[in-house]
Structure formats: structure tokens, C-alpha cells
């Protein structure tokens, strides 16, 4: 289907006197062919239109999804690789907030 995110991969890294993390996002989006898109932000962008619309991407083209995928994670491997990304866990600060004695949440 045009426009479906069929992959989106995310790394981050803490630049020093950066309030925010710095985001790296590998996406593969099914247009006429299938492309891997690579962009960088202050924030993840969830959203499949702007992740397909995205201006500033840097784009490589596949015949294929499988031949996308392979990409993605290629670029994926080689950004944790370089030492300066580090894959991003979007759960993780829910996995890691100690429950309350009570046994509620905090968020509840």
C-alpha cells in the first residue's frame, strides 16, 4: 500500500549541552518502489505520512521490501557501529520506574 511504514527503526544520542537527545530514524515506506528513508530529529516522529513525506531524508531505492529491510538494518548495524548512536527503547522509561509501595502507578 503507498505511504505504509513497514519498518521504523530509531537510534539516539545524548549530544553534550543538549537539553533533548538527538534522534536517527531508518524507515522503509512503500511508495511506487520501496525506500529506505534516513532522517534525523529533536524528536521520533510516529507519524506514517510525515515519516513518507519527509523532505530531509536521505533516500535509497529497492525493487523489493526484502531488499529494503536488508538496507535498513544495514544502516541500522553501521550507525550503532560508529560508536555515535545506540538503538532507542521507547518502553524504556516505563520499564524503569519503580512501582509506588501501594502498588499503583505513577501515571494512574
Known sequence: MLGEVHLNRVLYKRQPFAVKALYRQIAVVEQEQFQV?????????????????RSDAEVHIHPTLKEALDDAESEFKQSIASEKWEPFDADFPRKHTPTPPDDRRYDD
Open 37 to 53: 528513508r534516513i532522517f534525523e530529529a529533536r524528536i521520533v516522529q510516529t507519524n506514517p505520512k510525515l515519516i513518507a513525506e
